[in-house]
């Protein structure tokens, strides 16, 4: 593990401001990450996210979505508001703290979205129409770079719509979580809960359940795990040929999540690197490949001080 420099300097401010207003106390908050969205932990049971700028409909729709999920039996941390405090120029959002704890495993994980996938789509709730692309032009133009670079994966973002417009899905659309990495669980003395519902929307289940399948295929995750997972879920995503597109796409977006952080340190700045090298086919193959490929990424997280870190032996998401 290596741990890397990144404070939660750019979002103390929207802290202190959305505390005072919504009556909590920040001066003993503990930093718990600091990568698109700050998470902050409070003394008292709570957990604050500071979400990026211009993001207040998707802040809101996180916590509408919590109360109906929770309505619906999926295990969710409430919303301790209604409504996101815009504080500092950020939507800002209260949580239940489930406490210290790691990712719920894999059948856990499969177990609580086989039951989202099989709810019925609420008609008072209006969730987005799931679109992977949506980021894609902001997160390439905040790149660290070069303009052939940034043309390259402009270029690679099309040609995956393109694939991607031309799936023929096996299921009917459905409400998804949009992120469902092992990340965005947490195992807890009061069982496994899904959280970080900011991409909950109207799309495919197969796209929650490629996620699994995905970090298996390029961060190394156990074939026991993946294993356990798809048993559990009820199917093996990876026997329709369309789960490439989605694991391609997949690879694009964890792309330039690194090289948007490329700057931190020099550590991720050649994991970017790396990562661009494997999606343009001129990276060095590494000593085990993983299910055809021979890409082997680590994966950028928080630590526990709220620093950025890299685990570059077993590509594991953390997350406290």
Not at 46 to 54: A, D, E, K, S
Request: proline fraction near 7%; aromatic fraction near 8%.
């Amino acid at each position: 593990m290596i741990t890397l420099t990144r404070s939660g300097e750019e979002t103390l401010p929207a802290l202190q401001e959305a505390c005072l207003h919504a009556g909590f106390d920040s001066t003993q908050a503990q930093l718990i990450r600091a990568l698109d969205n700050g998470i902050w932990r409070l003394p008292d049971g709570v957990i604050v996210r500071i979400h990026r700028p211009g993001t207040t409909g998707s802040a809101q729709n996180e916590i509408h979505g919590a109360y109906w999920l929770y309505g619906n039996g999926i295990p969710v941390p409430l919303p301790h508001r209604s409504e996101p405090v815009v504080a500092a120029g950020r939507p800002v959002t209260f949580w239940t703290d489930l406490g210290p704890g790691g990712p719920a495993n894999p059948a856990d994980a499969a177990r609580i979205l086989r039951t989202l996938h099989h709810l019925q789509v609420p008609a008072d709730l209006r969730l987005p129409s799931h679109d992977p692309f949506d980021r894609f032009a902001d997160q390439i133009t905040a790149a660290h770079a070069t303009p052939e670079e940034m043309g390259w994966l402009t270029a690679h973002a099309s040609g995956l719509r393109e694939r991607w417009l031309a799936l023929d899905w096996p299921t009917p659309r459905c409400v998804i979580h949009g992120d469902a990495g092992p990340g965005n669980t947490m195992g807890t003395p009061l069982g496994a809960f899904l959280i970080d519902w900011e991409r909950l929307s109207v799309g495919h289940r197969e796209w929650d359940q490629a996620t699994a399948a995905w970090h298996h295929d390029l961060f190394g995750a156990s074939t026991d795990d993946y294993t356990a997972f798809a048993r559990v879920y009820g199917h093996d995503i990876t026997a329709w040929l369309g789960y490439h597109v989605i694991r391609d796409i997949r690879s694009l977006c964890a792309t330039l999540f690194a090289l948007r952080h490329a700057t931190v340190s020099p550590a991720v700045r050649t994991e970017a690197n790396h990562r661009l090298a494997c999606l343009r086919g001129t990276a060095e193959p590494t000593v085990k490949p993983w299910v055809g490929r021979t890409w082997q990424w680590a994966h950028p997280a928080a630590g526990a001080r709220g620093h950025l870190s890299l685990d570059v032996s077993a590509g594991k998401l953390l997350k406290v």
